[in-house]
């Protein structure tokens, strides 16, 4: 196995270890190099089509796997370009494809870091979660005015899942809409799948994912309109790893659980 293949396999494993101050090194440096904006009007299309040649062209030979290019759009370092892979990895290009770092661009601002990465997913994010039908949710709402919403991706079986949603009477108390996702962790053929699935088809679906979390067994009951798939597959994209994984209105990701006031705190309104 070659070290690009390595890296392809383990990109994310390999993020999640480097530590943040490494990240924020490169990309200081990247960034002070290449103060000046870039003007997106002077962005040339071809240059995005050379740097998508060379990039799926050079993996695909030393990776021995094809890694299509997604979208490749220009930074505000000078001569840097944003590059998504298909599988959700993003990469620092230069202009001529010769050069790339993995990792999170930051743009300093007066004395501030500003994680452009970041910024960038959440708008993604918030734009995939908006193209979501609610109907394919289970909502739990708040009987009085909803002042804001997250969405969780969850699974039955698993326990921050279920200490999550016990939280769920006083988030609906706080004003906070519960929208919940389908993400089975072990996949869409598990039985944590076919569990998920029997509440997205159940008449009475809180309930039944109610009953679930609790460790009630319940005969599977699947249907062609279950949305487990979709929502699994969406989840994948948008970067979930694990459960529950919570996404604001505003398009953050937190992963991991958190109880009811700290949602209040994070979502700002306490």
Not at 33 to 61: H, M, Q, R, Y
Request: glycine share 6%; proline share 3%.
């Amino acid at each position: 196995m070659t070290r690009l293949q390595r890296f392809i396999q383990c990109e994310r494993q390999q993020l999640k270890n480097t530590p943040a101050w490494l990240w924020l090194v490169v990309f200081f440096v990247v960034v002070v190099l290449g103060a000046a904006k870039a003007n997106s009007d002077e962005f040339d299309p071809k240059t995005a089509d050379a740097v998508i040649a060379k990039l799926t062209e050079t993996l695909a030979k030393n990776a021995g796997i094809d890694v299509p290019v997604a979208s490749v759009t220009a930074t505000e370092a000078q001569g840097l370009l944003e590059v998504v892979l298909e599988n959700g990895l993003t990469l620092y290009v230069d202009e001529s494809a010769s050069h790339f770092v993995v990792g999170d661009l930051y743009a300093i601002r007066d004395t501030d870091l500003v994680n452009l990465t970041e910024q960038k997913r959440e708008t993604d994010r918030k734009a995939l979660i908006d193209s979501v039908n609610i109907e394919d949710m289970i909502v739990f709402s708040p009987e009085g005015d909803v002042r804001d919403y997250i969405m969780v991706f969850t699974d039955v079986t698993c326990f921050y899942c279920q200490k999550l949603h016990k939280e769920v009477e006083a988030l609906n108390d706080a004003g906070i809409e519960v929208r919940y996702l389908a993400y089975p962790r072990a996949g869409v053929d598990s039985d944590g799948a076919k569990k998920l699935a029997t509440a997205w088809c159940a008449k009475d679906r809180q309930g039944t994912l109610t009953k679930l979390k609790a460790g009630a067994v319940l005969p599977v009951n699947t249907c062609d309109e279950s949305p487990v798939t979709a929502q699994y597959e969406l989840g994948s994209r948008l970067g979930v790893r694990g459960t529950p994984a919570i996404i604001t209105s505003a398009g953050e990701m937190i992963p991991g659980y958190k109880s009811a006031d700290q949602l209040e705190r994070v979502l700002g309104l306490n």
